[in-house]
């Protein structure tokens, strides 16, 4: 049931949903003495204006060609959960939703039900891939307000939503391509995800595989337009410039782009930007812009406390990752100094290693995930790291350019 917003007094978050606080400790003694990144509700970017508070991500909603199946590749391959549904059975005439659920990651894969539906077009124009980054917030209507004061184009006016488990209010504005920010406030909220939705249970849940909470995830936008959103996320909603790559930093003898990453003042939330920077080849954001007809996520980092475990599990079950040649792992070490891990283990799963001021991070892509090169998963373990990974930019563009050639798009 929806209903216009009823200004209510703000309360205080309910920590329990979907995530109170982002500690991952290893399960091993670490002769290094760091632990992975704790994201606290604390400022911890001390540039974030933070006049917009952000809990965390609430949900990823991608828009999909078939949801049904495509449930089930996330349940069987990345070890999702069943969570909640919506579709003719709940009363949703124009569309269908399944809703996966891993620690504090939850994905919505929705698919259009009637040919008129928008989502039709965007799918048409796009192919699968994501349409929403929703963020909980302890006030959607205020978070709406400062946003679109500033100059966001609002998406979704404040509206309140209801059934028997009580209420959200979810807004929305516009960011880069067709992509779109929802704000959730669901403090008031018992359901198992939103109203309109009903549990989803299924006697088929593999177990999961270790993912805990989303890190960052990437846009890509086109040439000269890096600099608009980066200051869309400074002025908009408050984030500060946290690292910035030029095509000096990122680049082979081929390809090269330009990255700068934008980050919320409590570190929950962070948003790299990439644009194409001007190389002797078609660079890998070209080919995404080609492929998914303007800007859009590129990939979704998502966390592990043990990378070794996770991606052997995600292997196992049929997940891709990009080539790493063995010759990367004969100098790594004289790279990024002492690591708790066995460096042949790594080597077996082609995992990178790079380090920071204030620890080192462990990271691992995967192909892209569908059938256009377009959206693919990053595998990330911060021990002690906030960085991105610098020094493997360059392992890693080779091994995209593998890909490209593979593809005859380079």
Do not use: C
């Amino acid at each position: 049931m929806l209903t216009p917003i009823i200004p209510t007094p703000a309360k205080s978050p309910n920590f329990e949903a979907p995530n109170d606080r982002r500690t991952i400790l290893s399960p091993t003694t670490m002769a290094t003495g760091l632990k992975d990144v704790d994201y606290g509700l604390e400022k911890i970017m001390a540039d974030a204006q933070d006049f917009l508070p952000l809990l965390g991500t609430d949900y990823v909603e991608l828009y999909v060609g078939n949801a049904k199946q495509s449930a089930h590749y996330y349940k069987s391959a990345w070890g999702f959960q069943s969570l909640a549904y919506a579709g003719l059975e709940t009363g949703v005439k124009d569309r269908t939703s399944y809703v996966l659920v891993q620690d504090k990651i939850r994905l919505v894969l929705t698919t259009p039900m009637t040919p008129d539906s928008p989502i039709n077009e965007h799918i048409r124009k796009h192919g699968d891939g994501v349409k929403v980054i929703a963020l909980w917030v302890p006030d959607a209507k205020k978070a709406w307000e400062e946003t679109t004061k500033r100059g966001a184009k609002s998406f979704m006016e404040p509206v309140r939503e209801e059934d028997e488990n009580g209420y959200v209010i979810r807004s929305g504005i516009h960011t880069y391509g067709e992509t779109v920010h929802i704000f959730v406030e669901r403090n008031a909220y018992k359901g198992p995800f939103l109203p309109g939705y009903r549990a989803w249970k299924s006697h088929y849940n593999p177990e999961p595989v270790g993912l805990k909470f989303i890190d960052h995830m990437v846009g890509n936008v086109g040439w000269g337009e890096m600099n608009q959103w980066v200051d869309f996320y400074a002025r908009v909603m408050g984030f500060a410039q946290l690292v910035s790559f030029d095509d000096k930093d990122i680049s082979t003898e081929y390809t090269a782009l330009m990255s700068k990453v934008m980050s919320n003042g409590n570190g929950r939330i962070k948003f790299p930007i990439n644009e194409p920077a001007e190389g002797k080849k078609k660079s890998q954001i070209e080919e995404y812009i080609e492929f998914y007809n303007g800007a859009g996520v590129q990939h979704i980092a998502v966390a592990t406390n043990n990378i070794i475990e996770t991606v052997g599990a995600l292997k196992d079950r049929g997940v891709e990752f990009l080539y790493v040649p063995p010759s990367y792992y004969d100098t790594v070490l004289d790279r990024v100094g002492e690591i708790d891990e066995d460096l042949a283990v790594l080597k077996q799963h082609g995992v990178l290693v790079d380090r920071d001021d204030e620890g080192y991070l462990l990271q691992l892509f995967t192909k892209p995930v569908l059938d256009r090169p377009t959206m693919f998963f990053e595998i990330i373990q911060r021990k002690g790291a906030k960085s991105f990974g610098k020094g493997n930019f360059k392992a890693l563009f080779e091994a995209i350019e593998r890909e490209q050639e593979n593809r005859g798009t380079l």
